[in-house]
């Protein structure tokens, strides 16, 4: 006889990423032959954590006040306007000049997430999402309660435009409006970017549905936008497609700070909502800061209190950009010295751009998760593929893993 609600009762985490990875820290105190590919976070070539020094350095120098007292709900006018250089880069203007826009505070990007799922799906409305995806969506979903469509994400090695439009049809035939979730650039778990031409298809085909008077929301969570890509710019080239929103359809940004700065423990992160309709704006403040009113009251004050630090200081700007680069370029060696041991072995992934995972494809990720484990390596099941996270294995460590595995499965 269970003392919970009726419906948190069958609300149970199991396969999560952080059980996983103790189970896979576990085994290192036993076995020293342990590849941890489990944890999406950044690990150095020692195996050390990462930690970028100017923000560690900016976070050591804040007082005791601004570390604890309460930040505003929406994390206040500095961050907004942060958040927005940020994320837009050299498209802030373009975008503030096309849209009307909101920014509100979220305890990481997860916040932001839960805030638009809750906010804006209904019963009658699932959110739409290929068929690979991080699997903590389903988590927040079932939390509120709320359901998913998925589409085969992939056409051969592209993205599967198709796919997507058929089932936001299946949808509108019983629902006035469209909810859609893009997980882009450096897709977690494959690390695919979407081309400007697959973006294109995409706005031009919800505005079409705008068009025909339907509401459409688009959920973009570019969690790992810092991590894709030649450059801080190479990687911002998608936005330059916004222009091609001529429609009132609403899109709301997921941002991590956990990712960009490294700080996954401090929960830094904002909902950034574009919309040409003010009402859309609107509703947006009105409902994002009513939830977390009622979950997380407000958004840390150390991460905001770093934002508005780091932002204000271009010396550490330029250094933190710097380091930025470094970090980019260490993952970009892993990704190269696995994927060319995997096409020497025959092994097959999904398409790789960027970003912190490359996935194995397979029918059966819990079996091939669980040979994997008899040999060492801890990876992550996701739907289609078991998921290795190359942002924490050294270099030195990758060497002969994609044998090791094709050997196995
Ligand atoms: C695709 C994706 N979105 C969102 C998040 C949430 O990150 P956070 O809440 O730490 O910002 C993660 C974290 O792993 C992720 O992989």
């Known amino acids: 006889m269970s003392y919970l ?7 149970i985490l199991t396969g999560d990423t952080f059980q996983i990875a103790r189970e896979a820290k576990a085994a290192k105190d036993v076995y020293d032959d342990v590849i941890d590919a489990t ?5 150095e070539d020692d195996g050390t954590f990462y ?6 350095q900016i976070i050591n120098k804040l007082p005791a006040d601004p570390h604890f007292r309460y930040a505003p709900t929406s994390g206040g006018l500095d961050f907004k306007e942060n958040i927005n250089r940020w994320v837009f880069g050299p498209y802030q203007s373009m975008v503030e000049n096309n849209f009307q826009h909101s920014v509100v505070a979220s305890p990481g990007a997860s916040g932001a997430l839960y805030n638009t799922f809750l906010n804006y799906l209904d019963d009658h409305t699932p959110l739409i999402m290929p068929d690979i995806y991080w699997t903590n969506y389903l988590v927040i ?3 509120v309660n709320r359901s998913s469509m998925t589409y085969p994400m992939f056409d051969g090695d592209f993205f599967n435009i198709e796919g997507f439009i058929t089932t936001c049809e299946k949808v509108l035939e019983h629902s ?3 909810v859609c979730l893009f997980n882009d650039p450096a897709h977690n778990p494959t690390g695919y970017t979407l081309s400007i031409g697959e973006w294109e298809r995409i706005y031009a085909y919800l505005n079409g549905v705008a068009e025909a008077g339907k509401k459409v929301v688009l959920i973009y969570d570019l969690a790992y936008i810092d991590y894709d890509g030649e450059s801080l710019e190479d990687s911002r080239r998608l936005f330059d497609v916004l222009k091609k929103v001529y429609t009132d359809i609403l899109i709301i940004i997921a941002y991590s700070g956990s990712k960009s700065f490294s700080l996954y423990g401090l929960r830094v992160g904002a909902a950034i909502a574009l919309s040409k309709r003010t009402e859309n704006i609107e509703d947006f403040n009105q409902g994002a800061i009513f939830t977390a009113r009622a979950t997380w009251s407000c958004p840390p004050s150390t991460g905001i209190q770093l934002v508005n630090r780091l932002f204000s200081n271009d010396m550490l700007m330029d250094k933190f950009k710097k380091e930025l680069k470094v970090a980019r370029t260490a993952l970009k060696a892993r990704a190269t010295l696995f994927l060319g041991e995997a096409e020497t ?9 960027g970003g912190f995972f490359i996935t194995i494809p397979t029918d059966n990720p819990e079996v091939a998760f669980d ?3 008899d040999i060492h390596i801890y990876t992550i099941p996701v739907p289609k593929g078991v998921r290795l996270a190359i942002s924490s294995i050294p270099l030195t460590l990758i060497t002969g ?3 090791r595995i094709k050997d196995v499965l």
Request: glycine content about 6%; aromatic content about 10%; cysteine-free.
């Open 5 to 11: 609600s009726k419906h948190r009762q069958s609300n």
């Open 39 to 43: 944890v999406g976070a950044l690990y």
């Open 51 to 56: 930690a970028y020094k100017t923000i560690t």
């Open 141 to 143: 979903l079932k939390s």
């Open 176 to 178: 006035d409006k469209l």
């Open 345 to 353: 072995v025959g092994l097959k992934t999904y398409p790789y751009h």
């Open 371 to 373: 040979k994997l484990k």
């Open 401 to 403: 893993v994609a044998k």
